[in-house]
């Protein structure tokens, strides 16, 4: 039998563990997944989201060690993507009469597209109460869908947030301090990263509306429930999305016959003499989600590729793509885009009015250069290093 797991006074953590998920929509889950739903036993059986589809059994049997789901009178759906709502039409036919709320008007609207089951909205501002508890909603739109939602308990002082402070990490531990504090932060920050970078703008208008409550748990549908680290995470929720950068260098790079990786290592070394932390990163070996976790806070970016069959190298091409789509904010952030040809200096051209699309600052016109770099080439490489700092800070 699967454990539920009481995370306050009748409040049980009833979700699903996901161990060996590597993947959601191509962003590496190293870690595995966690569907996070929890079941309140007040007068009111409530149930805050459910799990993904393939997890319904798993999910029920949590449910059933602690009520029977027929019971279950109110389903609060903070968010519509199938992570969170792919048991729902499960618990609809279990419990049919139960009352079922989502955001309005997306997530009504987002459910009935889906299972064809008509809910009831809520927005910001209105509340139910079950008992001994009154459930508050503060719509979150495009945290991470535009249905979202959150739903704060305060005689708990729970904020039950769905994706917001969620991370992709499959553990037994519910509790932020049972675990790894650093693996939590960067699974955090990796999540952000792939998933809630673009939406700085509507996660600082969520922070707003969540201010100055008195927060005890941030209880996510992902991941472990913050309860001993709860200034911290949203100090750096802070950070991200206001796209705050640190003083370092992420350099990522393809290469065929070494030219351009001795000009990314030439980079690199230019960088961390000038006293700037950074990471050299082959993109042939590195997944596009693990670049974004390392390059998400830095302040110098450079990306370089050779000329492949008149392009950049098509590993090149996807990273900057998926950076492209997460659309990060990169205007107080420096780029450099460099690499080597043989006879056209195509590729590190496209890498150059990639990176300046996407609004980087560049240090310097393109970079590119014919066959093996020189000495001087090379020595030419700090120059540009030395003066994208000074540029940078001054
Ligand atoms: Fe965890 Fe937007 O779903």
């Given at each position: 039998m699967l454990n539920a797991i009481e995370i306050s006074p009748k409040i049980w953590w009833v979700g699903g563990i996901d161990?060996?998920?590597?993947?959601?929509h191509g962003y590496t889950t190293e870690q595995g997944i966690t569907y996070n739903a929890y079941l309140i036993m007040d007068e009111t059986v409530t149930l805050i989201d459910t799990a993904k589809a393939t997890f319904t059994d798993e999910f029920v049997q949590r449910i059933s060690q602690i009520?029977?789901?027929?019971?279950?009178e109110l389903v609060v759906t903070n968010h519509v993507e199938m992570d969170h709502s792919g048991s729902l039409p499960k618990i609809h036919e279990l419990a049919p009469n139960a009352r079922i709320v989502a955001s309005a008007p997306a997530g009504v609207n987002e459910i009935r597209a889906h299972y064809g089951i008509e809910v009831e909205g809520v927005k910001t501002g209105d509340s139910i109460s079950i008992g001994a508890r009154t459930l508050h909603f503060v719509q979150t739109p495009m945290v991470h869908w535009p249905d979202n939602m959150v739903t704060w308990c305060p005689e708990d002082g729970i904020l039950f947030s769905n994706d917001a402070f969620g991370q992709h990490y499959a553990t037994t531990k519910r509790f932020d301090d049972e675990c790894d504090l650093c693996e939590v932060m960067k699974q955090a920050k990796k999540y952000y990263a792939n998933i809630v970078w673009p939406y700085g703008a509507q996660v600082q208008k969520a922070m707003a509306a969540l201010g100055g409550l008195d927060i005890k748990m941030i209880a996510p549908s992902h991941g472990v429930i913050w309860r001993s680290h709860i200034a911290e995470i949203l100090e750096k929720y802070q950070a991200w999305s206001t796209y705050q950068t640190e003083e370092k260098a992420v350099v990522v790079f393809d290469s065929m016959w070494h030219s351009t990786e001795a000009m990314a290592r030439e980079i690199t070394d230019a960088f961390i003499r000038e006293g700037v932390p950074a990471k050299l990163i082959d993109v042939k070996h590195t997944h596009i989600s693990d670049i974004m976790l390392e390059l998400c806070d830095a302040r110098y970016v450079a990306c370089g590729s050779p000329t492949l069959n008149s392009n950049m190298m098509p590993t090149m091409a996807s990273f900057l793509t998926y950076m492209r789509g997460l659309s990060p904010n990169n205007s107080q952030r420096t780029g450099i885009a460099f690499g080597s040809y043989g006879w056209a200096p195509l590729g590190p051209k496209q890498v150059f009015t990639e990176m300046e699309n996407m609004k980087f600052q560049m240090a310097s016109p393109v970079i590119a250069q014919q066959w093996i770099p020189s000495e001087e080439n090379l020595a030419a490489l700090q120059e540009t290093v030395v003066k994208a700092i000074e540029d940078a800070r001054a």
């Open positions: 161990w060996n998920e590597r993947s959601f009520v029977d789901p027929a019971k279950i």
